[in-house]
């Protein structure tokens, strides 16, 4: 039972890790030199997301 709270939390952890990482690559997007890395951004964004849903799946 301990290990399965230990890995509840961790995982909420990422999560919140990856949601601030995806919150600020959404504002490097609007940056002045968004256009040379927006393809590089947007592929980041999107690996993010995909691990969030990852995440969240494993901590139900």
Request: with cysteine; net charge positive.
């Amino acid at each position: 039972m301990k290990h399965n709270n230990q890995l509840v939390r961790s995982v909420a952890r990422e999560i919140d890790s990856l949601r601030a990482l995806v919150s600020k690559l959404q504002r490097m997007l609007f940056g002045r030199s968004s256009e040379k890395h927006r393809e590089k951004i947007e592929k980041k964004i999107s690996q993010a997301e995909k691990r969030i849903k990852c995440m969240q799946t494993i901590r139900r």
